[in-house]
């Protein structure tokens, strides 16, 4: 099985970017733990902090993964291309938070992939990419 992992802007940042809310792990290391962990799934991993590159992403996985990753982290809010790049494609994407978006700033309660996706996992810091990528593998169980 192949998983893409797509995260979104500022998520370059975390390690140092508000530890209080989004721990002080970087993706990097993280990535490491979770190809350890998942040694049967063929992992990827791409960042970007520009919205027609994550669009673009999003078009280049259909035909090469059997599931995505998604956290769009503040485009999530904003973004009615990448919601519709989701809906355009056939591959299934869960959205992802670290944090409780439901709990922190009203704007941070719509989201334009949720609709589109096929869950949302939020709330359960780093753990909650863990959680995506079980959920593909159980629903291929
Ligand atoms: C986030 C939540 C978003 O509201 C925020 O803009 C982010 C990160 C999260 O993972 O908790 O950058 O997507």
Known sequence: MKILIINGPNLNLLGTREPDTYGNKKFEDYFVDLQLKF???ELSYFQSNIEGEIIDELHRAVGEFDGVVLNAAAYT?????????VKAIEVPVVEV????????????????????A?????????????????????SKK
């Open 39 to 41: 040694g049967e799934v």
């Open 77 to 85: 809010h904003t973004s009615v291309g990448i919601g519709d790049a």
């Open 97 to 116: 938070h670290i944090s409780n978006t439901h709990s922190r700033e009203e704007f941070r309660h719509k989201s334009f992939i949720a609709p589109v």
């Open 118 to 138: 096929k869950g949302v996992i939020l709330g359960f810091g780093l753990q909650s990419y863990d959680l995506a990528i079980q959920s593909f593998i159980n």
